[in-house]
């Protein structure tokens, strides 16, 4: 395709709730969960509704399960489907027609509500228990889908600058044990997490194709 350029669409301007975030993958993730902690703790909203696509999706996934530990008493329910996008590419040099690809596109929704959500849904998470939430911890938005990049993590002073192994949302470990109270064990807490969003993807996936 390096004979083609790809024609830039205007984007549709689609009304967004107060309440209503849309993540992107150049967004920075501290602003995200600062606004949504916000809505959460001082204007009064009951529930926040996270929206991504694509690659954005792992960095949206990464943040919700921030806000989880640091608000007591948050459920989770989460929607995942797909889109088909269609490209149009011009062609650079003469003689050569122009082309339109189709991109099949994942998309994630994210619900956090102070309030009870609907238990039967496929989706739905109970609020974490409430000695995993450290309200007072201020955490590292470190690691891959952060908008920075990934930075050194460190534990307090004198210890080295490495920057350790990644969990499964792409967070130093460093970062993990903070939130988690420095019990490594506890970082088998994301294992559920991610396989639980396959999950259902996968069950999105096998009802696309029955």
């Not at 690809?101 to 496929?122: A, G």
């Not at 307090?156 to 903070?178: F, K, P, Q």
């Not at 994301?190 to 259902?200: A, K, N, P, Q, V």
Request: charged share 25%.
């Amino acid at each position: 395709m390096d004979r083609y350029q790809r024609v830039e669409k205007p984007k549709a301007e689609t009304p967004i709730d107060e309440n209503e975030i849309r993540i992107t993958s150049q967004g920075r993730m501290r602003s995200y969960i600062t606004y949504a902690m916000t809505l959460l703790q001082e204007r009064g909203s009951n529930e926040i509704v996270f929206k991504a696509m694509g690659r954005a999706i792992n960095k949206t996934v990464t943040i919700v399960e921030l806000i989880k530990r640091r608000i007591v008493g948050l459920h989770q329910n989460t929607v995942i489907g797909s889109t088909d996008i269609t490209d149009t590419w011009e062609p650079l040099e003469e003689g050569l027609l122009p082309l339109e690809t189709t991109r099949h596109v994942s998309m994630i929704t994210i619900t956090l509500s102070k309030k009870e959500l609907n238990r039967s849904s496929v989706g739905y998470q109970p609020p974490l228990p409430a000695e995993q939430v450290k309200p007072l911890i201020e955490f590292d938005y470190d690691g891959e889908g952060s908008p920075n990049g990934p930075r050194r993590g460190r534990i307090g002073r004198g210890r080295s600058r490495g920057r350790g192994i990644l969990c499964h949302y792409g967070i130093s470990c460093y970062t993990c044990a903070s939130t988690h109270g420095h019990d490594t064990y506890k970082l088998l807490f994301h294992m559920h997490c991610i396989g639980f969003i396959f999950l259902l993807y996968s069950l999105h996936c096998l009802r696309s194709f029955a």
